[in-house]
């Protein structure tokens, strides 16, 4: 069940991030923002707009933080977040912004399969898609986030060593790569000083 829920939220994001017309707040470098419609265009980059009938212009992150999309009940924000050493800032997915915080960094790849065959000769092409996600962790003061790739198990209860509760429900597996969320907020309520 969770798994549908998580795949049903997946999908609502991907629309509010490519539907041009979505309710979104552009948040400036100097903490001012303004309201109007947004989607995320290409790597890194923002398409914003003040209202339907004006051309967008498109943002990065050299005067832009970060956007929060909003619709269906929901809101969802994308901001910009070092994650390497002497690397630019990348538009990452903001899943927990508390004094832990949680990221998702999603890469798409597309590619054209063959959807059946006719004496030897391909039919009809489709474009199919895949994507990964990579999931980054920031506890306050931490100059940059840290990526929960490979062994989640063991790298989450490095991380988390300094809360033996936390670690204890990660060895039961009560929290594991699905409920990293969960995790998290659990840190920052029971852990987090």
């Known amino acids: 069940m969770k798994k549908c829920m998580l795949l049903l939220m997946v999908l609502a994001c991907h629309s509010l991030m490519t539907a041009q017309d979505t ?37 990065t992150k050299l005067m832009v933080k970060k956007i929060t999309f909003y619709g269906f009940n929901m809101s969802t924000t994308f901001e910009y ?27 798409t790849y597309y ?24 999931i980054y962790i920031q506890k ?20 988390f060593s300094d809360c033996s509760g ?3 429900k990660i060895n039961s597996g009560e929290f594991r790569k699905s409920t990293v969320k969960d995790m998290v907020y659990y840190y920052n309520d029971f852990c987090a000083e």
Not at 36 to 48: A, C, E, P
């Open 111 to 134: 590619f054209y399969a063959n959807d059946g065959m006719m004496n030897g000769l391909p039919t009809s092409r489709s474009r199919q898609q895949f994507s990964i996600s990579k």
């Open 23 to 59: 309710d979104a707040e552009l948040f400036f470098n100097d903490g001012t923002s303004i309201e109007g419609y947004g989607m995320l265009h290409k790597t890194d980059k923002i398409k914003f707009r003040i209202s339907l009938d004006d051309k967008p212009d498109i943002w």
């Open 140 to 159: 306050a003061g931490d100059e940059f986030p840290v990526a929960l790739t490979g062994n989640f198990k063991r790298k989450a209860k490095e991380y």
């Open 81 to 107: 977040v070092q994650l390497k050493p002497d690397e630019p800032a990348t538009l990452v997915e903001v899943l927990v912004d508390e004094n832990t915080k949680l990221f998702s960094d999603v890469t």
């Open 166 to 168: 936390l670690v204890k």
